[in-house]
């Protein structure tokens, strides 16, 4: 006797799937850790940025759906950001929090995209860094 389970339909795309959130994390992590290497002084060694990739942690919170586009089947997502990483010039881990926008795209069988928006990126970790410094003319 051989029981069979079958379903019918498509698995359901969600903002706050796991997978989901490791990605979008995943995504702006990639960038804070860019952040950190581009900021410090020259040169930046492996041990310096083995650190810096070990202190830096990236969460989502409260991730909601925005919009969905049935048409594209793109989800327009919300999410609370959660960034602490060393901070600039060598100081201890500051933390941030800011609102990230992005979106989700089904792909092929189980697959997904995620897009976070450059500008909506930038803002983000501009909330981090703080303004660019001005420098006398």
Known sequence: ??????ACGEPRLECGT??????????????????ISDSAPLPTDARRN???SKATKVTLRNARLIEWDKSRGQLACSASIVI????????????????LRYRVTRGDQEAFFVRVPYPDLMAVLATRTGPAPSHPQ
Not at 18 to 35: G, M
Not at 84 to 93: E, I, M, R
């Open 84 to 99: 602490a990483a060393p901070g600039t010039g060598g100081g201890w881990s500051v933390e941030t929090t800011a609102e």
């Open 18 to 35: 796991a997978e989901i959130q490791d990605t979008v994390s995943s995504i702006v992590r990639d960038q804070v850790l860019r952040i």
């Open 1 to 6: 006797m051989f029981l069979l389970l079958g």
């Open 50 to 52: 083995a650190m810096a």
